[in-house]
């Protein structure tokens, strides 16, 4: 039976394109770009076809503001430490939130670990950072203000082009994490006036394991990885070629549809919102109703797990996750809901539904029914329920 | 026309094997191995199947002592930079040697702007270290001893086991870089005993762009890329699965014809040595005679620029270096070269000749005849030649 993946945030299917531009890419032979001889020319030709690609998806100023490298994870460490690293003299400090993605957070507690200093901004209930309490936070020590564009639990997006005005005013260098941004809506770095972007090419419909760190140019930033001259110069070892290419393929079919899937992931999601009260009670949507991302819905079913909720969906082949899937296996509540201002209680009760394009309407109506059951049944045994169905 | 590669050390065709392995990766859609439903248990699996090919390919006592990454160069960040962060208060000082690729090298520059101190060994005229040099370097502030494997420019291997009793002694950790050595020469990281390996794919004619870090259990390291849980918390962010499954198929296979491979590596290399002095005169041969890779050779043709011979070898179809591709662009003389006692005029005339499984006899006769005709054009016209040929 076909699985109905609502969980497109964890995984998304690669695009016909991009499948047979890898395959195409490995029966070439392709020898390394950087090689002295012209069978590399090819090898490299191809490595900059696809920086020409993402830097046109992101409307980067210059394609060499494209640095590729293994994933969302590896930009965001390079972003963090690369320009803690290259601007120590200048101060120690980083503005950041209290709803970041565990490269973030665990990135900066490394370089706590090493004498720098986090101020972390809290979100409002609805989840979205005040600009002002950014500019309030930075002090003359402020050498990084690192705030996520959307959150990967919630969608919620921030208000990245006000934090932005606020960054170049105090000169001080500032990191979004893009990571399920980038592919999924209209992003133009030049507009959004940041001055580093991390993405991962999984998010429009590529592979896993490739990514790209948008760095503007004259940002004081460090390699995380030190080695040869590849990536001029900004990051070493010998490319990913083939997922790389399969990243170029990616962002320029995803360029050329944003509009339509946009759209459709959107009418996806205004269906399932607009439903839900025909299907549950007593739930809580942790998404922003005007801020987020068109393909991201969290909700907190009451008085139950969401747990509990996934396994019985995934029996029934209905793919769902109750957080991000870089912390599988953490039992503790996500961070992120608690910042919201949910109770314990009701963010163990949470599902984060993602869409993709070859979502469909039908799977959002057979998720629907399938959760009621569901809800129905677990709420049967949970005498908290029990209590407040009481009255 | 068909390329001769005699530059394989840069890239190496991928095994048909692998090809068709990484093909079928591509059209199962495989989902994210971190998932928590179903749908990721595939993924999973096909992960650690990799991983067990990978541990019997370096004779890992254990398979989560195989970390995968982006290749060799992350590898050796992670290794180094791994061990100096998590073991800073025991001491800051680092062993390592004169030969080392650039991603050691500036890894320990990184590592000595933020307060570590280096004391690098030297190599005799064949190439090699001295163990005892090492055990004099340790002091009891050192944390970490980094000499590789096999040399990236000549092929020549260091007497690793022999430094390991040394650091076992002194319970320093020691890590070597294997990159070009795992899969072209058996490797057993028992006998070696070594607490930290990094190697890569496309050694042993997997994909570009993966490699792996091999932790002896138990050894003080943090990770390079901090986040998610992956890789048993030593190495975050979603995986490169497309490529892990490309580098467990070809640690497989090459487990399996590793004996065969090398022998005829060797024949070729034999072939070479014996037959150059019937082609060109005034040459050095750079490469140990006895500990060396099988399917490397690094000579320095006098009186003449090795980046001439290099041009006019691709114009005849042949593929050959004058260095390691991580450098390509740079003008300096190669410090390995150097560290050998060569004279950077010597130096400059090096060519770096590299095999794999699939060249032949007739190539490097082909190679022969053509390179007898480069030298002689250009020793034509280098008057330096003239003198020394008039006596």
Not at 135 to 153: G, P, Q, R, W
Not at 266 to 293: F, G
Request: with cysteine; hydrophobic share 40%; proline share 3%.
């Amino acid at each position: 039976m076909k699985i109905i993946n609502l969980d497109q945030i964890s995984s998304k299917p690669m695009l016909p394109e991009v499948k047979a531009a890898m395959i195409d890419a490995i029966n070439k032979d392709y020898h390394n770009p950087s090689s002295q001889h012209k069978s590399g020319e090819a090898a490299a030709e191809a490595l900059e076809k696809a920086r020409s690609s993402v830097a046109e998806l992101i409307n980067a100023a210059m394609t060499k503001e494209v640095v590729f490298n293994s994933g969302g994870t590896e930009s965001v460490n390079h972003a963090i430490k690369g320009v803690a690293m290259a601007n120590a003299e200048k101060g120690k400090h980083i503005v950041t939130s209290n709803i970041e993605h565990n490269a973030v957070i665990r990135s900066l507690k490394r370089l706590q670990s090493m004498g720098y200093k986090m101020t972390s901004v809290s979100v409002n209930e609805k989840g979205r950072v005040n600009p002002q309490e950014v500019a309030d936070a930075i002090t003359d020590e402020t050498i990084l203000v690192s705030i996520m564009h959307s959150n990967n639990e919630t969608g919620t997006i921030q208000p990245i082009e006000e934090i932005a005005k606020i960054t170049r005013e105090r000169k001080v260098i500032f990191h979004t994490d893009a990571v399920d941004s980038v592919g999924m809506v209209p992003i133009d770095v030049q507009k959004m006036g940041v001055d580093l972007m991390s993405f991962a090419a999984n998010t429009f419909y590529g592979p896993t394991g490739v990514g790209g760190l948008y760095i503007r140019r004259g940002t004081r930033i460090f390699p995380l990885l030190d080695g040869g001259v590849q990536e001029g110069n900004k990051r070493a070892g010998t490319e990913n070629l083939l997922g790389i290419i399969g990243m170029g393929t990616a962002a320029a079919i995803t360029r050329q549809n944003l509009d339509k899937w946009t759209a459709h992931c959107l009418s996806l999601k205004n269906q399932l919102l607009k439903e839900l009260p025909n299907y549950i009670d007593h739930y809580l949507i942790n998404t922003h109703a005007e801020h987020s991302l068109p393909n991201m819905v969290s909700m907190s079913v009451q008085f139950i797990e969401g747990e509990s909720v996934m396994l019985m969906l995934d029996d029934e082949d209905i793919a769902v996750s109750t957080r991000s899937a870089c912390a599988t296996g953490s039992l503790r509540a996500s961070h992120v809901l608690i910042s919201l201002g949910l109770s314990h209680a009701d963010a163990q009760g949470t599902l984060v539904l993602s869409f993709g394009k070859d979502n469909t309407a039908e799977e959002i109506t057979t998720f629907l029914i399938a959760l009621k059951n569901v809800v129905t049944t677990l709420r049967d045994i949970s005498p908290l329920y029990q209590k407040v169905s009481q009255g």
